[in-house]
């Protein structure tokens, strides 16, 4: 018999956890619902996408991310599948956009104005010409780098406290101020390398810009529609800031009426702190069995709005002096081996 119950269990057990383990994959993998066609689309760039990731017409999710590998000259392909009801056409455009403020981006395909808008068969790649790369905020940062690294912060300190000097009527500042402007100059004259790469940096940047100029777009426009809706609710808005307004000098009224309460409580004498010092055992003995209390109440009213008590050990002769033993006495005498055993219930509850 129990061998059968350890049997029973274990095979629910593993029920339940292949049910959760599959719950957890499936969630994971986010697959798309119906039958699926594979397609490909080749970048230059593909920072940020990552396998799993959402392909979406419109906004609206039609497929997945399969796999992303190297093509060869500096080119990466995305294989990705497509539900069956929507047809990739022959002009169509494949982009890398954004899918939230965390950097996460998923693969957008949108009809592009040029091109035969036929369906091209399955396994079709679209190609460089019809595709826009994965854009790099970085970008923008490193397209600053080399004017931040041509210019010495002391000599911009020593420029700048020698022209508020001279300013000030200070003869003496206007040499400084000029052999400091001379050095400057040198330095910018002598680094044309480090110029070059910074105008380099600063093309690849309005580049990338450029080429992302539907995202821009896209973002200011719901920028503005997130500023609209604001000030089409400003009077509810202002509403809310006198509402809280009000609640805040509520609040301070509540305090200035308790503090001088509450400051007796604590300096009268003998002293409220000093009561909690004369009472420390109690308050240590409180503090230490009020889990194990709570967590009785817990487990008697978890199961709804009443008490689930059950009863494990109870001697009905406790409250008759010299009668304590004699239901333990009895027990033990009618159980096998003469030792009184728990049933599982209170053997589970007494082990936590």
């Known amino acids: 018999m129990k061998i059968r119950k350890v049997a029973i269990g274990l095979i629910a057990f593993l029920m339940v956890t292949s049910v959760m383990s599959w719950l957890v994959y499936s969630t994971l993998m986010r697959g798309v619902a119906g039958p699926t066609t594979e397609y490909a689309a080749e970048f230059t760039d ?13 906004g609206v999710r039609v497929g997945r991310v399969m796999k992303i590998d190297l093509a060869g000259d500096n080119r990466a392909k995305v294989e990705f599948v497509l539900q069956n009801d929507q047809k990739l056409l022959a002009n169509t455009e ?22 035969e808008s036929t369906p ?42 020698a022209a508020i000097q001279a300013l000030q009527g200070d003869s003496t500042s206007w040499a400084t101020l000029v052999d400091q402007t001379g050095r400057l100059t040198e330095t910018f004259a002598g680094r044309d390398e480090l110029l070059g790469d910074l105008i380099t940096g600063m093309d690849g940047l309005f580049g990338t810009l450029a080429k992302q100029n539907d995202n821009i777009e896209k973002t200011l426009a719901n920028s503005q529609q997130m500023v609209s809706k604001f000030n089409a609710r400003r009077p509810e808005l202002v509403s809310s800031m006198g509402s809280l307004s009000r609640v805040i000098r509520q609040l301070g009224a509540v305090t200035n009426e308790v503090n001088p309460s509450l400051q007796a409580l604590i300096t009268r004498e003998p002293g409220f702190a000093a009561h909690l010092v004369s009472i420390e055992p109690q308050l240590a003995f409180t503090g230490a069995n009020l889990p194990k209390v709570l967590k009785g109440l817990t487990r008697v009213g978890a199961d709804g ?24 006495i009895i027990v033990n005498a009618a159980t096998p081996g003469n ?11 007494a082990n936590g």
Request: hydrophobic residues 40%.
């Open 305 to 328: 709005a009443f008490l689930n008590v059950y009863s494990c050990d109870l001697n009905a002769l406790g409250f008759f002096p010299g009668l304590n033993d004699v239901t333990q």
């Open 46 to 58: 593909v920072f940020g996408l990552r396998e799993s990731d959402d392909v979406r017409m419109a």
């Open 339 to 349: 030792v009184a055993r728990h049933t599982p219930k209170c053997r589970n509850l």
């Open 94 to 115: 494949a982009s890398i956009l954004y899918q939230n403020i965390v950097g996460q981006r998923y693969l957008d395909l949108r009809k592009g104005n040029t091109g």
């Open 120 to 161: 091209v068969p399955a396994g079709s790649v679209i190609p460089l010409e019809r595709t826009i790369p994965s854009f790099d905020v970085g970008v923008v940062l490193n397209g600053y780098e080399p004017l931040f690294a041509t210019v010495d912060p002391k000599a911009a300190d020593q420029i700048s406290s």
